[in-house]
C-alpha cells in the first residue's frame, strides 16, 4: 500500500514538472537571450538609458519649466502696466466757452509711476529665474538617478536570470536522481529502501523550490527594468 501510494506521488509530480518546464519555455521573461559581447551589452546600457530619459518624472519638470517661462514673461510685462495715464478736460472746454480771452490748456495729461514697482517687479523676475534654475538642477539630478536606477535594474536582470539559468541543471540532476532512486525502489531492489526515495524526492523538491523563487525573481527584476523604461525588453532587443 506505501508503494502504492508513494507511486502515485511520484506520478503527481512528473506531471507538474512537465507542466511547470513547458510553461517556462513559453516565458520570454525566462528564455530572453541577452546580448553577452562587450561592445553590445554597452550599446544595450546606453539605449535603456536613452529610454528611461523619457521618464514621467523628468516630462513633470519639463513642464514646470516651461511654467517658469512663462511666469517671468508674465513678471517682466509689470514694467508696462505700472504706466497709469491721467487727464482731465478744461472745463472751458467742456462749456465751448469763447467769450473768455483768458488762455487755458484745453487738457492736462500725467503719468503716474508706483515706485514700489521698482523693487518688486525685478525681484519678481529674479525670484522667477531661480525657480527656473532650481528646476534645471532638480533635472539633472533625476537623470543622473534614472540612469543608475536603470543600469541597476539591468544588472539585477541579467544576475536572476543567469542563476536561473544556473539551477536548471542542479534541478534536473536532483530530478534524475529521484526517479532513478525510485525505479530501484518500485523494481525491489533490497539496497533501496524507502527512506532513500523520500530522501532523493526531498532533495529535488528543494531545487524546484529553488527554480520557482529565482524564476519569480528573473520576472519581478523585468518588470522593475521595464517600468523605468516605459516598453518592454524584448522590443528593446528586437530594434537593438
Same mark, same amino acid.
Given at each position: 500500500?506505501?508503494?502504492?501510494?508513494?507511486?502515485?506521488?511520484?506520478?503527481?509530480?512528473?506531471?507538474?514538472?512537465?507542466?511547470?518546464?513547458?510553461?517556462?519555455?513559453?516565458?520570454?521573461?525566462?528564455? #530572453?537571450?541577452?546580448?553577452?559581447?562587450?561592445?553590445?551589452?554597452?550599446?544595450?546600457?546606453?539605449? #535603456?538609458?536613452? =529610454?528611461?530619459?523619457?521618464?514621467?518624472?523628468?516630462?513633470?519638470?519639463?513642464?514646470?519649466?516651461?511654467?517658469?517661462?512663462?511666469?517671468?514673461?508674465?513678471?517682466?510685462?509689470?514694467?508696462?502696466?505700472? =504706466?497709469?495715464?491721467?487727464?482731465?478736460?478744461?472745463?472751458?472746454?467742456?462749456?465751448?466757452?469763447?467769450?473768455?480771452?483768458?488762455?487755458?490748456?484745453?487738457?492736462?495729461?500725467?503719468?503716474?509711476?508706483?515706485?514700489?514697482?521698482?523693487?518688486?517687479?525685478?525681484?519678481?523676475?529674479?525670484?522667477?529665474?531661480?525657480?527656473? +534654475?532650481?528646476?534645471?538642477?532638480?533635472?539633472?539630478?533625476?537623470?543622473?538617478?534614472?540612469?543608475?536606477?536603470? #543600469?541597476?535594474?539591468?544588472?539585477?536582470?541579467?544576475?536572476?536570470?543567469?542563476?536561473?539559468? =544556473?539551477?536548471?541543471? =542542479? #534541478?534536473?540532476?536532483?530530478?534524475?536522481?529521484?526517479?532513478?532512486?525510485?525505479?530501484?525502489?518500485?523494481?525491489?531492489?533490497?539496497?533501496?529502501?524507502?527512506?532513500?526515495? /523520500?530522501?532523493?524526492? +526531498?532533495?529535488?523538491?528543494?531545487?524546484?523550490?529553488?527554480?520557482? /523563487?529565482?524564476?519569480?525573481?528573473?520576472?519581478?527584476?523585468?518588470?522593475?527594468?521595464?517600468?523605468?523604461?516605459?516598453?518592454?525588453?524584448?522590443?528593446?532587443?528586437?530594434?537593438?
Amino acid at each position: 500500500m506505501k508503494q502504492i501510494l508513494f507511486f502515485l506521488l511520484a506520478t503527481c509530480t512528473c506531471s507538474t514538472l512537465s507542466a511547470q518546464e513547458q510553461h517556462s519555455a513559453r516565458d520570454t521573461s525566462i528564455i #530572453l537571450k541577452l546580448p553577452t559581447e562587450t561592445y553590445t551589452v554597452e550599446k544595450l546600457k546606453v539605449r #535603456l538609458v536613452e =529610454l528611461a530619459m523619457n521618464n514621467p518624472s523628468i516630462k513633470l519638470l519639463e513642464e514646470k519649466k516651461t511654467a517658469t517661462n512663462y511666469d517671468q514673461t508674465r513678471a517682466k510685462a509689470g514694467w508696462l502696466n505700472m =504706466l497709469t495715464a491721467a487727464g482731465n478736460l478744461n472745463e472751458y472746454t467742456i462749456k465751448g466757452n469763447t467769450n473768455n480771452n483768458t488762455l487755458y490748456p484745453r487738457y492736462n495729461f500725467g503719468i503716474m509711476v508706483p515706485l514700489g514697482n521698482f523693487v518688486s517687479i525685478p525681484a519678481e523676475v529674479k525670484s522667477i529665474k531661480a525657480t527656473g +534654475r532650481s528646476i534645471d538642477q532638480q533635472k539633472e539630478g533625476e537623470k543622473l538617478n534614472l540612469k543608475s536606477a536603470v #543600469l541597476r535594474a539591468y544588472e539585477d536582470y541579467s544576475a536572476n536570470k543567469q542563476l536561473y539559468e =544556473l539551477q536548471l541543471p =542542479l #534541478l534536473e540532476d536532483a530530478y534524475n536522481h529521484y526517479k532513478q532512486t525510485e525505479s530501484k525502489f518500485s523494481g525491489g531492489d533490497q539496497n533501496t529502501a524507502v527512506e532513500t526515495v /523520500n530522501d532523493a524526492y +526531498r532533495i529535488y523538491n528543494a531545487e524546484m523550490v529553488r527554480k520557482v /523563487n529565482l524564476e519569480r525573481d528573473v520576472k519581478q527584476s523585468k518588470y522593475i527594468l521595464e517600468a523605468i523604461i516605459g516598453t518592454t525588453l524584448e522590443d528593446v532587443l528586437l530594434h537593438l
